[in-house]
């Protein structure tokens, strides 16, 4: 059917970021469990998919890097950063 990549792609755009973020997130929640390192490969995969598709939307869809660069962006920060309480942080 014509025209039918022009209906789902932005859907799939937008899923492939919201599973973006939820990579990241769950990377942080499995934090000392025994998924650490399954969520941490999945999210490093994930990470370099997002990268990916920042650079090939620059070239070929101009409108959509800038979510896939602001959702590379937010994972970096999810996965740099230290969200545990001060009074638990270890010197």
Same mark, same amino acid.
């Given at each position: 059917?014509?025209?039918?990549?022009? @209906?789902?792609?932005?859907?799939?755009?937008? $899923?492939?970021?919201?599973? =973006?973020? !939820? /990579?990241?997130?769950?990377?942080?929640?499995?934090?000392?469990?025994?998924?650490?390192?399954?969520?941490?490969l999945w999210?490093? @995969?994930?990470?370099?998919?997002?990268?990916? $598709?920042?650079?090939?939307? =620059?070239? !070929? /869809?101009?409108?959509?890097?800038?979510?896939?660069?602001?959702?590379?962006?937010?994972?970096?920060?999810?996965?740099?950063?230290?969200?545990?309480c001060p009074?638990?942080?270890? $010197?």
């Amino acid at each position: 059917m014509p025209g039918m990549e022009a @209906a789902w792609g932005p859907y799939l755009l937008v $899923a492939m970021q919201l599973l =973006g973020l !939820v /990579a990241a997130w769950t990377t942080r929640l499995s934090e000392g469990s025994r998924y650490q390192t399954a969520c941490q490969l999945w999210f490093l @995969a994930y990470l370099a998919l997002i990268g990916g $598709a920042t650079i090939v939307s =620059g070239v !070929v /869809a101009r409108g959509a890097w800038l979510g896939f660069a602001a959702t590379f962006a937010v994972m970096v920060v999810m996965a740099a950063s230290d969200f545990r309480c001060p009074s638990r942080v270890e $010197a």
